[in-house]
């Protein structure tokens, strides 16, 4: 059995001061308006045609997490996903535009407000308001696949030098990189692969976000303590631990849950453990983590990866309250095991 010792703990731990990121990760990377966006790979491969690219934890989860940090008027270039693409915000407001050219609709998001779009369907992104904002991304599965950008971008692309090998490699020609022999390019889609990729009718969409003041704490949850709430968030069926579906079920498969924990100052969930991955994303406040061999506190923007099966405890130790967003690994999670019950069923 591992020990978890403050040290494993702490590798475990990627702080958003420590996040390393890539301008150049995508082929989009020069496209006007795109040349200042950051991808980070938190957890997991992730989707980045660059093998620059760091990877903070690289084991697998069931599920990957990511990032991307924007300046005002910046860009993410319409492209479509294998898997679940779920965003939180934690800061910025942002449009979300979907279609291959922009043109079938878009969604408006802001701090603390999530969004999953469906898959297969092309989407993109762009920070509207000024200053950097950043987004907190949960894509699905182990290999979440490549990403499958919309024709302009390819034309874009081919604009600036920049090459996209099938297999997912960037090849950046400006850099003297040269194309390996015998290699094959990745081509734009297809007409039928865009009629297939269409977007759903905006009252399908409006099912994929949820804004911040709209998601609800769930007094069922076994974590609602005194001064503790937990609110589903992105919950595809109903769950061992007592959430029904929704707000964000999903007509598309998920593999995870996402949840909405808010700690009030001072207040306390005991020492459990979860069967499932766990993911800890802190929106706002101070958030600490205790366990038997040590204690770690999480800031706004840090994120840390919570061992299955490991007895852990939660504690708001600032004057102001504490929110933190919880990814849990499957679609049904189980009840947790309460310490304190384990101890006394002994």
Known sequence: MTEWTQDAMTRRLVRYADLQGLRNAFIDTRTPGSDQKENFTIIGPGVSENPAQVVHIAEPHGFNVGAARQPGGCVNSQHSHQTAEVFVVHSGRWRLQFGPDKDEGW????????ASVPTQMFRGFAKLDEGTGFLFVVLGGDDPGKVLWAPSVFRMAERYGLKLLKGGKLVDTTLGEA???????EQPPS???????????????????VAADAIAAN????LAFAGVEEAGVIVPQATGDGFAPGP????????FNVRRL?????AVVPSHARAEREVIFVQSGTLEIRWDGGALTLGAGDTLSVPVGLYHGFRNTAS?????FVVRGGDSPAMPVFAARAAAAA
Do not use: F, M, N
């Open 320 to 324: 102001v309250p504490a929110q933190a």
């Open 219 to 222: 007094p069922a949850s076994p």
């Open 248 to 255: 964000i079920a999903g007509w598309w498969p998920h593999g």
């Open 107 to 114: 969604l408006d998001v802001g701090p603390g407000d999530v």
């Open 262 to 266: 808010t700690l009030a100052s001072g």
């Open 179 to 185: 194309l390996p022999a015998e290699a094959e390019l």
């Open 191 to 209: 007409a039928e692969t865009l009629a297939r990729l269409r977007t759903p009718p905006a009252e399908k969409l409006r099912q994929c976000c």
